[in-house]
Every structure is written in C-alpha cells, then in structure tokens.
C-alpha cells in the first residue's frame, strides 16, 4: 500500500520574493496588491479572470502557476488523479472585510463568492482542469504533519496520484503562500517526501 | 473491500440541535410530524426586508450557564457536542481521541459591529472557536477545522473516516455548526439565490434556497465494541473545474465522487437504499444533482432534500443530514421532501413526496458547494 512520494517541486510568496524549489525567481517589495500583479505580469500570463479574483485567489493561483511550470506534466495524469489540499490561518476573512463594507451601499456578489477560502482551490482546478479531491483546512500555523498525513493517505491510496499542497493566507497586507508538488514518481529536482522537509521548506 | 483498509468506522451517536429540537430523537420526532423550522421572520438586523429562514428564537438560551462569554456559533458548538458525548463513554482527554469542527462562516457576524482590530480578527478565526470549544471539553489534540463551502459537514465525516482508518486516532468527535447574520443573508440574496417563500427542492416551481441555523455532531470509532452500530463505509470529494459560483453543466463530476465513495465501500448502485441529496432547491444545484445521481445509474432510488425543514445550515447541513438519515436507516423511515410536488426531473431522480417504509442497509449522502466541490459519503448497516 505504501508508495513512493517526493517533493517534485514547491513555491514560496512570502516578503516579496518568490522562490521556486528554493531559487529566487523575483522579487518586488511593494504592497500587496502590486507585488500581485507584478508575479503575474513577470510570469506573462494571460488569464484575464485573474482581474476579478480576490487577494487570497491571486496569490494562490500564482503559486500554483509557478508552481507547477516545467514541473508538471499535466498529460501524465487524469483529471481526476490531481488533488488539492490547502490551508491557512485567516480564511477568507481579508474578502470578507472588503465584502462587510461593500454592505454599506449594496452587497457585491463578485466580493462575496469570495469569502470562503476554498474558492482559491476552484480557481487553480479551473485553470489546470483538476477534477480530482480537494479540502480546505484552517490551522494556527502551517501543520506540517497534518498535511504529510494528508497527503500521504491521498497518495497510498491511489485517490490521487499528484498532490498540490500547502498554505494560502492573506490578511490585508500580511501574506505567505508556500506550495508542494507532491508525485510518486522522482525528477531531477524533486527532494524527500516527509512533515519535516515541508517545515524546512516552509520556515526558509 | 477496496483495498484501503480493513478497519470499520462506526457511528457511536450523534446529535441535531436546531431550531426544531436539541437532540437527534427531538429533530427526528419533528420531521416525521413533517414540522418544518422555516418561517417567514422580519429581523432588520439581519435583513432589511422580511426572509424564510430557519432560526433560533433571537431569544432562545443555547447554553443555560455560560460563564465564558462563548459566542452563539460557539454555544452551538458546545451544546451540540455536550449531549453527543452525554453517556456515550467517549474519553475526550484520551490521545486517541480528535475533535474535527466544521463551519463556513463561524464567527463572522463580529464583523458586522464594524470594529476592526487585531483583536477583533482573531476573536472571528475558527482556530480561535475550535480552541475554546476543545477546551471547554478538554481534548488533548488540537482540533481539526474544515472550511470548504457547503461541504464542509461531509468532508468533516471523510476527513474523520480517513483519520481513522490510518489508525492516526481511536474516536472521532466531528461537529459543524454555523449562524445566519446580516453577513450571509445580504451574500445570498446579492445572488438572487434565496426562495421567497419556503424552498421547494426538485420541484417543478423551485425558486431558490432558505437559509437556517443549526449545530450537530457525530461521534465514529473504530472500537469494535461498537461493532453491531451503524458504519461510515465510504466517502470521496471532487471538483468542477467549472465555475466557483455555479455548478457542473453535467453533474459528471458530483457522479464521480459518487461512484468512487461506492467503491471506496466496497458496494453497488444496488445496494444504495435511499439517498439524502444536498437538494438546496436551486434551479442550478438541483438540475446538476439530479443530473449526477442519473450517471451514477441511481435514478430509481428514493431521495430527499431535508433543506424544506432547516433551510441550508451551510457548515452543518452535511451533518445534520447525515445524522437524520441514519435515523431512517434505524427506524425504516425514509423522510419526504417537503416543498416538493412535481418533479422538476423526472426521469433521472426518483423525489419522495411522502414518508416511505423502507427497510434500507446503505444510503448516500451528498453535498455540493461554491468553489465547484462535491463530496459523497456513505452510510450503512
């Protein structure tokens, strides 16, 4: 039952900076709101649905482009055989501010699909045509371990057979997206599947 | 078996809190007097205009003493896990033990004050209400929460099935709840989503949904003492990849989750007896519903939606619906749909409109939500 697992590769956006398997790939130390749209204009994608995500959904959909470029062979899997599992701290609760206060003239249903956090894992399943599971989980912190156990359930069980995994939070101007690939099979890139390389990976 | 493991999961009880009763046997004596909670309320504070909604007497005391300054979301959560665990022998303090909470919204009504400080923001996280609750009962784990739109509820039954059939814990105390304020209610109508009048799931004239408030909890195990009780046999999750506010054109996907939660059970369409639907009475929702349920081959089997008796309870509808189904399980009794008179699809689900005898060994459960998700759990003798 136990299977082979690794790291095939992971992205952080955290201060900043964006990091691919632990090599910068840019940096802009500005407000949240432009370091956004810089990533995505650095990264020269077009997706114009981009425009309408909140925060949490950009910087989650971005981690997961820079994630999964060069990484990722999509025609290797089924639809149904890529999960995703996220979590974080703060929720929706940086569109739910924003939505609270669209109230005050009228309720803005744009801002409202996105308070809840999940919504940031249908934005990357449309994007990559991820049929497969998926979960949202709220955490303190990032625990590492739960998501290993997570994980790796998904995997030695064959639900899936690749894992997008990590943490998404945003909370005004606070943010950090730390993402894992997780496949069964090795790469020239790819490091050890296991709870502690996540947290290294995640506290760098 | 399916190959996943060979460790069953059984159900050792459960409760219902809403504004229909505060125990399973209370809820479930209502719904078969076919009471329903939703009523037409004029609350400005949470709705200019009058809604149909299920709610709480504003009221109404959930907890009779409540030193700790919990908040309502909060004093569902405890009054809900309180009677589950009452008599039940479960140890909360034991290391084998993990409470998993589930809501979409929590405490979100704080926000509504229009305060916002540090204080405030932490005071809404569910880390923060998942904290105190365990506290308030002494779980030794750090909880779990699950947020994930509308199926939070059953993907906090899958999450529980899967923690313990890894042999990770012994028992599982998984509990949703959640509270309808001026914050979801101005979201939903936003949408134009909400029924004008009581919600009428699958029905040729459905117009929308009714919100409600409500808190439940189930309690698994995997100790075989409870070897003769109901079990949780399987359970999968899917997502479109369609749309994050509307459903599946097809339902291909919502029949996926069902089709692997059967085999994750080890069964057949066959041997699915009735199925309790997330039915929120949505044109959208109910068409892709019905629409899955007639790929996955289980057109025939009898279904209802309970969103006609307490509205859509959000982070606790998966559990609310579970919990009375089992009911049906046990007492042969399968619940009608009320709102529902002609089919808005009659060819591919089979509505009950009435109560229906039906000695049943499984049913399915289904749920779906905004982001594209879907998940499927199943039940059984």
């Given amino acids: 039952m136990l299977t082979e697992k690794h790291i095939a590769a992971s992205c952080t956006i955290n201060k900043g900076a964006v990091n691919k398997n632990g090599v910068k790939l840019f940096e802009n130390d500005t407000d949240i709101a432009a370091l956004l749209l810089s990533i995505y204009q650095y990264q020269q994608l077009n997706y114009p649905k981009f425009y309408k995500m909140d925060n949490l959904s950009k910087l989650g959909w971005l981690a997961a482009e820079v994630l999964l470029k060069d990484s990722f062979k999509k025609d290797d899997y089924q639809p149904e055989e890529t999960s995703v599992i996220l979590t974080n701290a703060n929720s929706s609760l940086d569109d739910d501010i924003k939505y609270m206060e669209s109230i005050k003239d009228a309720a803005s249903p744009s801002l409202f699909v996105y308070t809840l956090p999940n919504i940031v894992i249908g934005e990357i399943c449309i994007r990559n045509h991820f049929k497969g599971e998926q979960a949202f989980y709220i955490q303190d912190d990032f625990d590492a371990d739960f998501m290993a156990q997570q994980v790796k359930y998904q995997l030695d069980n064959n639900i899936s057979q690749a894992c997008i995994c990590g943490w998404v939070d945003v909370l005004e101007q606070d943010y950090k997206a730390v993402l894992f690939l997780v496949e069964k099979k090795r790469n020239e890139s790819s490091v050890e599947f296991s709870a502690e390389k996540m947290r290294e990976i995640f506290n760098k | ?381």
């Fill in chain 2, 1 to 381: 078996m399916s190959g996943i493991t060979e460790q069953d999961i059984f159900v050792v009880t459960d409760n219902v809190l809403s504004p229909l009763g505060k125990t399973t046997a209370e809820n479930f004596a209502k719904l078969k007097e076919g009471v329903s909670g939703v009523k037409e309320h004029y609350h400005t504070a949470i709705s200019p205009l009058s809604f149909f909604a299920s709610l709480f007497d504003q009221d109404e005391q959930i907890l009779k003493a409540d030193e700790h300054d919990y908040t309502k979301f909060e004093q569902l959560l405890v009054a809900s896990i309180a009677d589950a665990l009452n008599g039940s022998g479960i140890d909360v303090r034991d290391k084998k033990t993990i409470l998993i909470i589930s809501s979409t919204k929590g405490n979100i009504s704080l926000l509504e004050d229009g305060i916002n400080n540090i204080e405030l923001k932490n005071r809404i996280s569910l880390s923060t209400s998942a904290k105190l609750v365990a506290e308030h009962f002494g779980f030794q784990n750090k909880p779990i929460v699950v947020s994930n739109a509308c199926i939070s509820g059953v993907l906090g039954i899958i999450t529980a099935m899967r923690l313990l059939r890894s042999g990770e814990y012994e028992h599982a105390v998984v509990a949703g709840a959640d509270v309808i304020s001026k914050f979801i209610m101005s979201g939903f109508q936003s949408f134009q989503a909400l029924s004008p009048q009581q919600c009428k799931p699958f029905d040729q004239a459905h117009d929308g949904l009714n919100l409600g408030e409500g808190a439940a909890t189930i309690i698994l195990s995997t100790n075989e003492k409870y070897a003769q009780n109901i079990k949780v046999k399987g359970g999968s999750v899917s997502n479109d990849a369609n749309h994050i506010s509307g459903p599946s054109r097809t339902g291909q996907e919502l029949a996926s989750a069902i089709k692997l939660a059967l085999k994750d059970a080890d069964l057949s369409t066959s041997d699915i007896h009735f199925i309790s639907a997330h039915g929120t009475a949505t044109v959208y929702n109910d068409e892709m519903e019905a629409s899955a349920i007639s790929l996955s081959g289980l057109q025939k089997v009898p279904l209802n939606s309970l969103k006609g008796y307490y509205g859509h309870t959000l982070g606790a509808a998966g559990l609310i619906e579970s919990i009375i189904s089992i009911q049906s399980l046990k007492q042969s009794l399968v619940l009608p749909t009320i709102g529902f008179k002609e089919p808005a699809s009659a060819d591919k689900v089979n509505v009950l409109a009435e109560a229906k005898r039906i000695k049943a060994n499984n049913f399915l459960k289904t749920a779906s939500g905004f982001g594209g998700c879907n998940a499927a759990v199943i039940f059984g003798k």
